[in-house]
């Protein structure tokens, strides 16, 4: 069975970073494209950043360019989002999730928010 399980969460004052981590049990995802989503109150979900577990290629949403990093170890079965100069926009809850795609493209769909797989969520709260 799969699971990915959400860590890392907190609160943070404005510019200050964090570093949230998910953990996949159940199988390898080689095929597979490894993400982040978001949902803050009263909002839809929407995407964040992802990556080709097994190419390594990346994409971010607009909003988090140039602050945010995803990066996978692919020997620990994790997932990582670093993320610095945090805005109190930031806030929400974050998930991990994973969707089968090709490793030099992502699908519409999975940025969409479709994916085969999903977390918990980690929430995250950054004060101004």
């Known amino acids: 069975q799969v699971h990915l399980v959400e860590s890392g969460g907190g609160l943070v004052q404005a510019g200050g970073s964090l570093r949230l981590s998910c953990a996949v049990f159940?199988?390898?995802?080689?095929?597979?494209?490894m993400g982040w989503f978001r949902q803050a109150p009263g909002k839809e979900r929407e995407f964040v950043t992802a990556?080709?577990?097994?190419?390594?290629?990346?994409y971010y949403a607009d909003s988090v360019k140039g602050r945010f990093t995803i990066s996978r170890d692919s020997a620990k079965n994790m997932v990582y989002l670093q993320m610095n100069s945090l805005k109190p926009e930031d806030t929400a809850v974050y998930y991990c999730?994973?969707?089968?795609?090709?490793?030099?493209?992502?699908?519409?769909?999975?940025?969409?928010?479709?994916?085969?797989?999903w977390g918990q969520g980690t929430q995250v709260t950054v004060s101004s």
């Open positions: 999730a994973a969707d089968r795609n090709p490793p030099t493209s992502l699908s519409v769909n999975f940025v969409r928010g479709s994916a085969d797989y």
């Open positions: 159940g199988r390898s995802f080689g095929g597979y494209a």
């Open positions: 990556i080709s577990w097994s190419s390594g290629r990346f």
